[in-house]
Nanobody, 130 residues
Framework: QVQLVESGGGSVQAGGSLRLSCAAT????????MGWFRQAAGKQREGVAH???????EYADSVKGRFTISRDKAKNTLYLQMNNLKPEDTAMYYC????????????????????????RGQGTQVTVSS
């Protein structure tokens, strides 16, 4: 079992930056891959960024070059640095982790994303105004 708690959301103007954090508490499982997904009002969930145990990363096309995912294994914390935010980035952002998917390559081969991971947090709201 893994508990994930997000923080760092808020309201910013377009062009601004936010840094999301996700603190993971591991009880009786392990974490192989982590990521962020988001859900905007009236839209489907979207996998945004992913990082595996080797440090490989993968991003949705919509955030490439603007978002950076990182992971501090010693602190069991996941981060999402979001720069040059746009109004279309407005959404609830969720941290997610999986204990069975070993790599980014496997995740992509299976056609999965953070949306499908077996643990997720409660989410943190990001609102970007124009």
């Amino acid at each position: 079992q893994v508990q994930l708690v997000e923080s760092g959301g808020g309201s910013v103007q377009a062009g601004g930056s936010l840094r999301l954090s996700c603190a993971a508490t591991i009880y009786d499982s392990r974490i192989l891959i982590m990521g962020w997904f988001r859900q905007a009002a009236g839209k489907q969930r979207e996998g945004v960024a992913h990082i595996d145990q080797d440090g490989s990363t993968e991003y949705a096309d919509s955030v490439k070059g603007r978002f950076t995912i990182s992971r501090d294994k010693a602190k069991n914390t996941l981060y999402l640095q979001m720069n040059n935010l746009k109004p279309e980035d407005t959404a609830m952002y969720y941290c997610a982790a999986d204990s069975g998917i070993p790599t980014i390559a496997t995740m992509k081969h299976l056609g999965l994303s953070a949306v499908d991971f077996d643990s997720r947090g409660q989410g943190t709201q990001v609102t970007v105004s124009s």
